[in-house]
């Protein structure tokens, strides 16, 4: 069975900081994974997502990702944080399955910037 | 604006009450999917249509009932509503089942009283 786990319920860093928020996951087949943000009373927005191309991948607002097939990680990465980042992300895993698609989502990184 | 649209916004009902929450999927999508977001339980697939048919079931009360119609938009059917079922629901679609990105809706808040 599909599974994420997000390290860190809340990760806080300085404006002009890293931002690093760490995912790992776990599949049986080779996965799909995407990174989702999500602002207050606002609805899931994609940021980015790998679908077995290239292992780095970019995403929207400067944000990227590298699968790590050995460490089963996908991390979401910013070099620099800007205040209008501060938001929930959730990393979600789905395995491709003939005729259907289920999300698996982990429990959130509540991300908080500090000016 | 994901082009996922969902009514109503905001639903308060009482324990034992029946809603229907309905979306209209992004123009071309063919797949519709439902999620619920919850304090305890967190971000959960609930179940996925595909051009009318069923595809995809998560954990899904036997209290839930979900459909989707010819024209596409599906609706997700809460009965005997209980306390633990406030919680936000969110309508999702893609142009097919395949690792395509899906598209959120803002979702439909429901809180039972």
């Known amino acids: 069975a599909q599974s994420v786990t997000q390290l860190g319920s809340h990760v806080s860093v300085s404006e002009g900081a890293l931002v690093l928020l760490r995912c790992n996951y776990s599949s049986s087949v080779p996965p799909y994974l995407f990174w989702y943000v999500q602002y207050p009373n606002q609805g899931l927005q994609l940021l980015l997502k790998y679908t077995s191309a290239a292992t780095l991948v970019k995403g929207i607002n400067g944000f990227e990702a590298e699968f790590k097939k050995s460490e089963t990680s996908f991390h979401l990465t910013k070099p620099s944080a800007h205040m209008s980042d501060a938001a929930e992300y959730f990393c979600?895993?789905?395995?491709?399955?003939?005729?259907?698609?289920?999300?698996?989502f982990g429990q959130g990184t509540r991300l908080t910037i500090n000016p | 604006d994901s082009g996922v649209t969902q009514t109503p916004k905001h639903l308060i009902t009482a324990t034992g009450q029946r809603v229907t929450l309905r979306c209209s999927p992004r123009s071309g999508d063919l797949s519709v999917y439902w999620y619920q977001q919850s304090l305890d339980q967190g971000l959960q697939f609930l179940i996925q249509?595909?051009?009318?048919?069923?595809?995809a079931k998560g954990n899904i009360l036997e209290r839930f009932s979900a459909q989707q119609f010819p024209d596409l938009h599906s609706e997700l059917n809460l009965s005997s509503l209980e306390l633990g079922d406030s919680a936000l629901y969110f309508c999702?679609?893609?142009?097919?089942?395949?690792?395509?990105?899906?598209?959120f809706g803002e979702g439909s808040w429901l809180t039972v009283v």
């Open positions: 999702a679609s893609s142009v097919d089942h395949l690792g395509n990105t899906i598209y």
């Open positions: 249509y595909y051009n009318g048919e069923e595809r």
């Open positions: 979600a895993v789905s395995e491709p399955f003939p005729g259907a698609q289920k999300l698996v």
